[in-house]
């Protein structure tokens, strides 16, 4: 839409349009692809004011919000909300493995409960299975596969790494039946009609319970029919989790998509769509441009500074032509030149992508793409598995990795995608305290049968140390034969437990020297080091205070690195940089290039600071670490100080264990360390504070 807006024909391409519909507005809603949806529609608005919009979404609880994104603050009084009121039938179960451990840990890949989702798969005439990784998929197909290799003709593989048309013949033979079961990734979560999809598997924990909901309505797509969703937890706490999400779905609880607002390289971007497509006075695009919910605020000094730097670059661009992108004729602004509306046009778009390379037949034909920092790793002649094949690296010359098919799947690497970082919605953490701090003896009896499998498990957590709960923050403390180790549960997921860590840890060392290693899941997060920390309820309280949160976050960080990293992104959207014909490198280096040149004589340059914002809420939530920093004030502190490591600390304690030794010791030493919990699982003394 927006290339088709920057043609200098836009106003006949669009001038008989009577509507448009945005459907699953909630997935691009507080994205900045929603933000650039916004500003097309506001435009589309100008072109043909008659226009009607429709918006579309199963699973969006503020309404009213997603309304006022959509057709722009002024109109949303005026806006018509429409219900079906029609209740959608979905049955949602969850396989329960036996036994439960009472000491578990991530990592795994659920393949250990294969056997029972080999047997469902058999039960139906189409199956979907949903993982939460691209390498979690790799390993399910091809794991399913070796079961079952009478199924090979019936079995596809689907995630947004595998070339296109692989993905495209797989969509067809869901919609035409002929395939027993596709395993995919959230690239068939959409509203894609898959008819003959009779049941859906969630491998591992939804995260989050409109990911739950959106991912069982793929099956039973039909009016009146049943939408049936079975959880595969791959480890025992997850068996926590699929409960919580359940009960909270049958109460009509869903998270929240709250809208961006005002990113700047959005709005330098469209400022050149519009310029290409014959210009605009700048009063009436900036009445356009405030129209909508994104930049309804935008203030005078903003806007002038948007308009000068897709004028000139800002200060310290200003003597590089390259970056004189619009001209400004008898008032009116127009794109320089051509070439420059060609430039701008082949990088319209605001998806940023990972460093990745393209996967290649060595004798012709297209895989997909992996992330350059796996295949980077590799020796050619090294196998791997990819887009479900055992492959084998021919050459790598850093463009395309060239590949050959190999004819054993044994011993085989998975490529691993960025896109793992997951985190445990706020709404699906809360659900799941609710579930673990249940008491009243009437109230357990009720306990959904996940729950009651788990039991076992939160009654040595009793007896060793006390189950978390709103009220109060547990802090545990476990000497160990490697050091003095802290866990800490918020319970507000993984990404803010990694924020709260660093940030913890920095105070810490900030008071006085010291070195402490740290490791975070979705339940908590570990400090650990060679000296205890003997703190009382009062000091723990100071070291979470909320105050001055985003001057300490950027110091306890390497936030100016980072900012420097993630700049690239923004320089691609405001057009500072081309990804066109360059590989990734070379656009990182020259994003880089450009922010230490921005860093150093244009310190103001309001790109820099959205670079800060924007790393800061991609990689800790920021908002939401803010809100868990206030929660936490209230709190009673409660710190217990235990002989063992507590079956809610293993899981984070096996995290940092992980990411010190290498595979082979930190799968022994978990192992070992799981195997004499479980002999020591019996009441053990404790004290409190």
């Not at 794109?335 to 990745?356: L, Y």
């Not at 709190?635 to 809610?648: F, G, N, V």
């Not at 293993?650 to 930190?666: E, G, K, M, Y």
Request: aromatic share 8%.
């Amino acid at each position: 839409l927006s290339i088709l807006l920057s043609l200098e024909n836009a106003h006949e391409i669009f001038c008989h349009l009577d509507t448009v519909i945005v459907d699953e507005w909630h997935e691009l809603l507080s994205t900045k692809r929603g933000v650039q949806t916004e500003l097309a529609l506001a435009r589309l608005k100008t072109l043909r004011p008659e226009i009607i919009t429709w918006g579309l979404s199963a699973t969006l609880p503020n309404l009213c919000e997603a309304v006022s994104a959509l057709v722009g603050p002024s109109n949303a009084q005026t806006a018509q909300l429409i219900d079906s009121h029609i209740p959608r039938n979905i049955e949602i179960e969850t396989l329960i493995p036996q036994p439960i451990e009472r000491f578990p840990w991530a990592g795994h890949m659920g393949l250990r409960l294969l056997p029972e989702v080999i047997n469902a798969i058999e039960s139906a005439r189409s199956s979907l299975v949903f993982t939460n990784t691209r390498s979690q998929a790799e390993r399910w197909f091809e794991a399913i596969q070796s079961q079952r290799p009478e199924w090979k003709n019936s079995l596809a593989l689907h995630h947004g790494s595998i070339d296109k048309k692989l993905r495209e013949k797989s969509e067809h033979g869901l919609k035409r039946g002929t395939l027993r079961c596709v395993v995919a990734t959230s690239s068939l979560d959409l509203g894609v009609d898959f008819g003959p999809v009779e049941q859906v598997f969630q491998i591992g924990s939804p995260k989050g319970i409109a990911r739950l909901l959106q991912r069982a309505g793929r099956s039973g797509h039909a009016p009146g029919k049943t939408g049936r969703l079975i959880c595969v937890p791959t480890h025992a706490l997850e068996l926590i989790e699929c409960a919580a999400a359940r009960r909270a779905a049958k109460t009509g609880s869903i998270e929240p998509r709250h809208p961006l607002i005002a990113p700047l390289d959005c709005l330098t971007q469209h400022i050149i769509t519009v310029a290409c497509s014959g210009g605009f006075y700048e009063d009436e695009i900036l009445q356009e441009i405030r129209s909508t919910h994104a930049f309804a605020r935008l203030d005078q000094e903003s806007w002038n500074w948007a308009i000068d730097f897709a004028a000139h670059g800002g200060r310290a661009l200003h003597a590089y032509p390259d970056y004189a992108r619009i001209i400004n004729r008898f008032g009116r602004w127009y794109v320089a030149n051509k070439a420059i509306a060609r430039k701008h046009r082949m990088n319209i778009g605001t998806i940023a992508s990972d460093a990745s390379v393209d996967v290649k037949w060595f004798r012709g034909g297209r895989l997909g793409t992996v992330e350059e920092s796996f295949i980077s790793r590799l020796h050619e002649g090294d196998h791997f598995f990819f887009a479900g094949r055992p492959l084998i690296l021919f050459r790598f010359d850093g463009l395309t990795a060239w590949v050959k098919r190999a004819r054993k799947a044994t011993s085989m690497q998975v490529p691993r995608w960025n896109g793992g970082r997951m985190p445990l919605s706020t709404l699906l953490s809360s659900a799941v305290v609710d579930l673990i701090s249940t008491k009243e003896s009437n109230a357990v009896q009720a306990l959904p049968p996940e729950a009651k499998a788990v039991r076992p498990l939160l009654q040595t957590q009793a007896q060793w140390s006390i189950i978390p709960d709103h009220e109060s923050l547990l802090i545990e403390q476990w000497q160990g034969r490697d050091g003095f180790h802290t866990f800490i549960f918020p319970f507000e997921g993984r990404l803010v437990h990694e924020g709260l860590a660093a940030l913890v840890a920095w105070r810490i060392a900030h008071r006085r020297p010291t070195t402490l290693n740290l490791a975070a899941t979705d339940w908590g997060f570990e400090l650990s080091g060679r000296h205890p920390l003997h703190f009382d309820s009062h000091m723990w309280k100071q070291l979470f205070h909320p105050n001055n949160l985003l001057e300490d976050l950027l110091s306890c960080l390497n936030s100016t690195e980072m900012a420097r990293r993630h700049f690239r992104e923004i320089a691609r959207v405001a057009g500072l940089i081309s990804a066109t014909g360059r590989t990734t490198r070379q656009t990182q280096a020259s994003a880089g290039l450009i922010y230490d040149v921005l860093l150093e004589h244009d310190g103001n340059n309001m790109l820099l600071s959205q670079a800060r914002r924007e790393v800061l809420e991609q990689q800790f939530e920021f908002q939401r670490l803010s809100s868990a920093l206030e929660s936490i004030s209230s709190k009673q502190i409660r710190i217990m100080k235990t002989s063992h490591i507590t079956p809610l600390a293993f899981p984070i304690w096996a995290t940092l264990v992980q990411s010190r030794l290498s595979t082979h010791n930190w799968l022994d030493r978990i192992t070992a360390m799981a195997q004499e919990l479980e002999c020591s699982a019996s009441p053990s003394p404790r004290t409190s504070s």
